[in-house]
């Protein structure tokens, strides 16, 4: 007899994503991915001025403010087929990079940790101990045995007042919780220094983009930094010599602690390398342009079949009609209606809302279903560090090498390059990912220096608007995976717009052959080894750093589906 | 001393944005001292933590529910506004809640936290206030300076 179980809202920070699973000896045996909220920015774009939807789709998404920015001016000049001046490729550059860093440093630590630490065992961890273990893996200059002994008494005290706060409703002495008390300890001081290090990306992001959390220098055709090399009030050599600083402690610290605590997590749970494979089907596109046209890429990006890197098909520009051609979006299993049959590609999209319950068989989500020439598609840091690997991209075998390495020495056993494939696997592939961005933030940061020192302080190229229909895509691979905006603008008014965002891909219902999307593959076959408490389920969805708000929004308080288990 | 005012909220959603609008509204109508900073949070959740850390005051404008007329302003202090955001009121009460949670751990509480709440009439996909929201921004404004005056600064009407 199966056991059904309903966990809604499943994540910790943005809400709205519901996942059914069906359990069966044990074992996850059906699942469903659902977007509890219905999400029709697009129609707010219908007849705007095309300079203004960057600052409005970054209003889709609390989380991913910048990337929607940057991927709708770019949407806008690949439309007009308008080149973007070297200076402000190079700081919009920075910009990604830093939020990714950010981004992927905040899921790790502050988001999803809590589902592989027992915060409470590490109340029974000998400090001392822990600092043995943490010099024995790493010589992080943090690691001292003065911080594990602040920090445990910090928790004792915070514990003690019976006040977890972030650490509430925890799955704490959960059967799958495997860390030995010193090793959680070690996690929770880790998750306090990242604490402060993320404040470093943060600033980056602010002194480049004016503002953060929504930043303000961008522009269709450029950015509004003005750039001197004698005055206050701009983007000054000074300033970019303090970025320099916070680029270098992000970067000990990526190198120091994220891929060592990544390295541990995964060899102390390398059962996990066995669990939530799923879609092996990977999207990933290229990003951080070095050239004007985007035509050069520091990061590579591609499609890969069936988990095979030798099937590895890459995309090679802004525009290419690989990438261009391949998107369709099913509404099939979806709340919504097409007033034809079938999927259709994002520059014919509609989004009219046509609500049903929630039907098994039928329609169960807010969450179109995109296909990559009809099939579905992983998308996020995984799919991405494939395709590096298979590109031969330097920076990422290094990184990946690194991973694979210590964590093979700390299971004392040879990981394969094939465990990637893997709940665990995807937090390995976005440490090494978050590695990679540094060095494209170091690389970025110097090429900005060096032009200026040419006498090129250009960043900005007009844009001019045609009488009569054009359209354009914009992509780029954001932390969650490939984001791409789609605009058609008829004598310079948008016409259309769409977002297929990096979670509809990833949290899609079964798209219109039916088939399931990633996160439900993911779940088949989860062992789950209390129902009541289904930790299991949230690691692997988890793992693929779901961010709802942007696949689906607004608030849906008619429909609300009763919570049956919350998750953090 | 710091002080950040804090507008949250979806500019998408009509009144789910009126924090936005009303930290915006204050930031145009007065030159404020150098110790206060607007904050435009939008929905974000952990970046706002390098902006919330070590506050003497937070004031936070947002959206909420109370059961009350449309446009209804509400204030709420101290050790009641972490408790609000645990409740199902606010629609950001995941990221506000944690963000203080977390503040509250690493040791970078802020000193006093106010919210000023305003019952919103609608939540409807579009990027303007609603007729019987948009009238109470002036009054949110001048509670926010009443704030602002309790705690001893000063600030001068633009012209």
Known sequence: MATRITIDPITRIEGHLRIDVEVENGKVNKAWSSGQMWRGVEQILLGRDPRDAWAITQRICGVCTTVHAITSVRAVENALQLEVPLNAQYIRNMIMTAHGIHDHIVHFYHLSALDWVDVVSALKADPVKTAQLAESLSDWENNGRHVFIDVHERLKGFVGTGQLGPFTNGYWGHPAMKLSPDVNLLAVAHYLQALEVQRYANKIVSTLGSKTPHIQNLAVGGVSNPIATDSQSVLTVERLMLIKEMIDKLGAFIRNCYLVDVSAVGAFYADWTGHGQGITDYLAVPDVPMDSAGTKFMMPGGYIKGGDLASYHPIKTFGDPYFRDGVAESVKHSWYNYSNGGALHPWKGETTPHYTDFQDDGKYSWVKAPTFYGKPAQVGPLAQVLCGAAAGHQPTLTYLNKVVDTVSTLAGTRIPLTALHSTIGRHAARAVRCAVLYECLQANWQALMENIAKGDVKTFNKPVFPKGEVMGVGFHEAPRGVLSHWAVIKDGKIANYQAVVPTTWNAAPRNEEDSVGPYEAALLGTPIADPERPLEVLRTVHSFDPCLACAVHLTDLEHKTVVQVKAL | ?159
């Not at chain 2, 955001?85 to 009460?93: D, G, I, M, Y």
């Open chain 2, 1 to 159: 001393m710091r002080v950040v005012v804090l507008g949250i909220g979806n500019l998408l959603m009509s009144d789910e944005g009126v924090g936005v609008h009303a930290a915006w509204a204050l930031q145009e109508a007065f030159v404020l001292p150098s110790e206060v900073e607007v904050v435009d949070g939008g929905t974000t959740g952990m970046e706002l933590l390098p902006e919330l850390e070590d506050l003497d005051h937070l004031i936070v404008i947002d959206a909420v529910r109370l059961g009350k007329p449309p446009g209804t302003v509400a204030r709420l202090v101290g050790d009641d506004v972490p408790a609000f955001f645990k409740t199902k009121l606010s629609p950001h009460q995941v990221g506000l809640s944690d963000i203080l949670a977390t503040l509250r751990f690493a040791g970078r509480s802020p000193g006093r936290i106010v919210l000023i709440g305003i019952e919103p009439a609608s939540l409807e996909m579009g990027m303007a206030l609603s007729a019987a929201v948009a009238p109470r921004v002036d009054e949110v404004v001048a509670l926010l300076v009443g704030e602002l005056t309790a705690i001893g600064l000063t600030m001068e009407r633009r012209a």
